[in-house]
């Protein structure tokens, strides 16, 4: 037993955290790329801080962020749809601030209360393998994905971890909603996608392998994703704005009550939101900017000439339905919609 | 009943209070939130659980069972027939053979399926080669859906059939099977009334074994189950969607299920005796130099292979350049970045140095705890208490890694007892102790069955020679339950270290796991680095293994244990 003893005594030294360095923890589903990218320039700007971050759905860092409620782990929530903000900031789980750009927010943008802020305008999109779809053969609108001609050639990302996804089945419900009538039919509709669909991805990863390795051909994601995932992996993708208009995600931002450094988390808050920042996400990471100051000529001139049709979405009755819906959509939707298309 | 000295009310003391801190009270925890629903006691969620109009949750329960009983069959066929090969026929490099078919079992859940998934889905290297072989227009033969978990338990479980039957025939006298012939009787009538009488008892523990760890996955249907529903990833939606009281009652229901199980398996068939047989081995049931004796080595041979290629496939993995397959059946371009990474930037080595640790917190804890219990239940007379008592106390073996982490989320993310030092959820700790409920029970299997082999005289011996309790343990005792000690230890570093399950729910920041960091670079999109730390973690189970003695090659103890 005695290596084994002194092997934990090493591993126990070798486990100490270095000393005089302030952790700031991000919880983030805003992937690598740009974590790693802002981590890095704020530790050059302040070599005290050590930026930890941790990549997860959005849903999983609502999870977490409840989950951990009675002693905080992260310091900072940076990323995810205003509507898992806004149940978490019901939950009682964020930290009011008030971030020195108050002024130039659009109060669409940000809790009434102040508790959490947007940061970037992220529209869902439909993506497709632009190796085996021309863009004239692409799904052009969301009722075009129910074509039996796409039948087997869908691959989702799994949607209850997913914030993207649970606000595009949220928001198709509701626009079934103000047609039909009743969720009902909002479901209906998701059961012949289901029909479509031939498998769900368990993460972001394995639905992008699926759809450059054409196990699937389409699925349903968000703009700057994609366009960072061709960038970055130079996958061929290619993508649809829907014709009659897509939802339009607010992503937030904002301080986990209780966190274990607030000062640094409010510095960190800033930096990232400052306009060098959201310009900077804007150039390099498809980040369309929520805030009002910056002009259009800072932005890409892709980003310049996108021309957004937003789906009407009363993201406050979206807010209230969406577990409710998503719960209903596991328990009657996943995996039934062939065997209620046959019936 | 004799009076106990104040070391051993001591010691009893605290097995209760542990036993009763980390398993009854998170256990206990998670049905109290199952029977409540908007913060009212109500029977809500049994009554959803059970709703015929939406059998979704019986559903799930049904997939997972379907899965596990055709898990178990499989697994038995392949075991049962490994086993046979490699006990019974004789041919080259069977020793070394003989250890690699236990391979899987070194494999960590994460990394096994992953693995699978690389060489067995859809794109994955076998079903892309043959298409390239074929020419057909896709893939020939992916797996995937059911049938794909279902190929993923099989790889996995088959390897407790292996070691039990391996076990088993390894003690089957050679003189039962020349007397069974003596007499007249056929191969096949030898099999069924002299050799398969002997391994009923390690079939069926092999058989809830095997049927256990099933219903208890989660990797596997997380990746490959697409629609369908399981229980696992049933409770992990619900926890998602934040019904962390419907997650409990699904937990509840997962664990009735498992726990049926194992009393089946501890109460029921008696375990096998083999210890004490005088005769040699039997060995050279088949000869191969017949057909059929040939046929079998060659299918052995082929399986053999099959198991090895999810290793070779995260090694080659590792090696692959980023981004270099996407249609190609096999990566086109190579590189060590990978491994070099590890000495340019130490910090990636953080999840490994946190395994090793957390795992060497989880050993010393199911040691002290583990030794200690099997040793003082050994030691009462009642055959019926120490029944009970064992059983009870290896509880949590039945119990998944998914409501292990549920039933601490709800136990410990609130200070225990006012005065303790404050709640769990969130720290460094909450995995380590974790990881000591689910592996601990292993201890107590193998220190009770090396327990079984000591002389219980030996032990008044000593006390009538005036040794105290501490020196009896210290010195008779221990001795002769150290190759158990041994062997539990190594099963619990080798749990501890690859842990994904609970690990997954449960981790921090500061203690981030190998396993939460294989899913991470995986999320990242660093399938290389992934493959790497995979690899890593194989190396050094590997290594255990070896450092231990080769538990591999004692398939009898391993058997004992499991």
């Not at chain 1, 669909?197 to 703009?223: C, F, H, M, N, S």
């Not at chain 2, 002290?368 to 009870?392: E, I, Y």
């Amino acid at each position: 037993m005695k290596p084994l003893l002194v092997l934990a005594v090493g591993l126990a030294c070798a486990g100490c955290s270095k000393s005089g360095v302030t952790p700031i923890v991000v919880y983030s589903p805003h992937g690598k790329e740009l974590l790693v990218s802002f981590a890095r320039e704020y530790e050059q700007a302040h070599p005290e801080c050590a930026v930890q971050w941790l990549d997860m759905g959005s849903q999983d860092v609502y999870d977490r962020v409840r989950t951990e409620k009675e002693n905080p782990q992260a310091d900072i929530w940076w990323g995810g749809p205003m509507t898992a903000f806004a149940r978490a900031e019901r939950e009682g789980l964020l930290e009011r601030y008030v971030p020195s750009w108050d002024s130039v927010s659009v109060p669409a943008y940000r809790s009434p209360g102040r508790f959490w802020y947007g940061t970037f305008l992220t529209p869902e999109v439909i993506m497709y393998n632009s190796n085996r779809i021309t863009p004239a053969q692409a799904p052009k609108d969301w009722d075009d994905l129910l074509d039996p001609a796409w039948r087997g050639k869908i691959v989702i990302r799994s949607p209850l971890a997913s914030g993207t996804m649970r606000i595009i089945f949220s928001s198709i419900i509701l626009r079934e909603m103000q047609r039909g009538g009743s969720p009902g039919s909002g479901f209906e509709w998701l059961r012949k996608l289901d029909a479509n669909t031939k498998t769900y991805a368990a993460d972001p990863t394995q639905l992008y392998i699926a759809i450059a390795r054409e196990e699937g051909l389409v699925t349903l994601w968000d703009l700057p994703d994609v366009m960072l995932q061709v960038e970055t992996h130079h996958y061929p993708f290619a993508y649809v704005l829907p014709a009659s208009g897509t939802p339009l995600i607010t992503d937030g931002i904002a301080l986990v009550r209780g966190a274990k450094h607030p000062e640094e988390a409010k510095r960190f808050y800033e930096f990232v939101t400052s306009r060098p920042g959201m310009t900077r996400q804007a150039r390099e990471f498809f980040r369309i900017p929520a805030r009002r100051d910056i002009p259009p000529s800072d932005l890409p001139p892709w980003m310049q000439k996108l021309e957004i049709r937003a789906l009407p979405v009363n993201f406050d009755t979206l807010a209230d339905h969406e577990k409710e819906w998503m719960k209903t959509w596991d328990e009657k939707v996943r995996g039934r919609g062939a065997a209620s298309g046959a019936e | 009943m004799r009076s106990r000295s104040p070391a051993t009310l001591l010691a009893i003391s605290l097995l209760v209070a542990v036993f009763g801190i980390f398993v009854l009270y998170p256990l206990g925890a998670t049905v109290a939130e199952s029977l409540h629903a908007g913060g009212e006691l109500s029977l809500d969620h049994y009554r959803f659980l059970f709703d015929m109009s939406n059998r979704v949750n019986l559903e799930a329960v049904g997939n997972s069972v379907y899965v596990s009983v055709v898990s178990v069959v499989f697994s038995g066929v392949i075991g049962l027939f490994l086993a046979f090969v490699f006990t019974q026929c004789r041919f080259p490099l069977r020793p070394l053979l003989a250890r690699l078919a236990v391979l899987p079992v070194a494999l960590p859940p994460l990394v096994g399926v992953i693995a699978f998934l690389f060489v067995f889905g859809e794109t994955g290297i076998i079903p892309r080669g043959l298409q390239l072989l074929f020419g057909t227009a896709g893939p020939v033969l992916p797996a995937g859906g059911i049938a794909g978990v279902i190929l993923v338990h099989v790889y996995s479980f088959h390897v407790y059939f292996y070691l039990f039957v391996s076990a088993a025939l390894g003690t089957l006298e050679g003189s039962q099977l020349e007397a069974a012939t003596g007499l007249g009787s056929g191969p096949w009538r030898t099999f069924v009334r002299v050799v398969l009488p002997e391994l009923r008892p390690g079939l069926l523990a092999a058989s809830a074994l095997t049927f256990m760890s099933s219903m208890a996955s989660f990797t596997a249907p997380l990746l490959f189950a697409g629609g369908k529903h399981f229980i696992t990833l049933q409770i992990y939606a619900s926890k998602l969607n934040g019904d962390m009281d419907l997650a409990a009652a699904q937990s509840v229901l997962l664990t009735a299920v498992s726990l049926a199980f194992y009393l089946f398996l501890t109460l029921g068939p008696a375990r096998p005796s083999g210890y004490a047989r005088k005769g040699p081995a039997s060995a050279g049931l088949i000869t191969p130099g017949k057909l059929p004796g040939r046929v079998m080595v060659v299918a052995a041979f082929t399986l053999l292979a099959v198991e090895l290629l999810p290793v070779i496939a995260i090694l080659a993995l590792s090696l692959a350049r980023e981004g270099s397959w996407t249609t190609q059946w096999v990566p086109s371009a190579y590189t060590l970045g990978n491994y070099t990474a590890f000495f340019a930037d130490a910090s990636l080595l953080v999840p490994v140095v946190n395994s090793l640790e957390m795992a060497l917190l989880a050993l010393a804890a199911s040691l002290a705890f583990g030794v200690t219990a099997a040793f003082l239940v050994s030691r009462t007379r009642n055959r019926v208490f120490s029944t009970w008592a064992n059983l009870a106390l290896t509880l949590p073996y039945a119990v998944p890694g998914t409501v292990v982490a549920v039933a601490f989320i709800l136990a410990f993310n609130r200070p225990v007892l006012p005065g303790l030092p404050a709640l769990l959820v969130g720290t460094f700790w909450i995995l380590p102790l974790a990881y000591f409920v689910r592996e601990y029970p292993v201890v107590i299997r193998s220190v009770a069955a090396s327990l079984e082999g000591m002389d219980g005289s030996l032990l008044e011996a000593a006390s009538g020679l005036g040794a105290g309790p501490l020196r009896r343990f210290r010195s008779v005792a221990l001795p002769a339950l150290l190759p158990g000690i041994l062997s539990g230890g190594v099963l619990v570093l080798i749990g501890s270290l690859g842990e994904f399950v609970s690990s997954i729910l449960l981790y921090t920041y500061d203690s981030r796991p190998v396993s939460v960091e294989i899913l991470a670079q995986l999320r990242l999109f660093n399938i290389g680095a992934a493959a790497a730390y995979s690899v890593v973690l194989m190396l050094i189970i590997l290594l255990l293994l070896r450092l231990s003695g080769g538990l591999l090659a004692s398939d009898r103890r391993m058997s004992y244990i499991l």
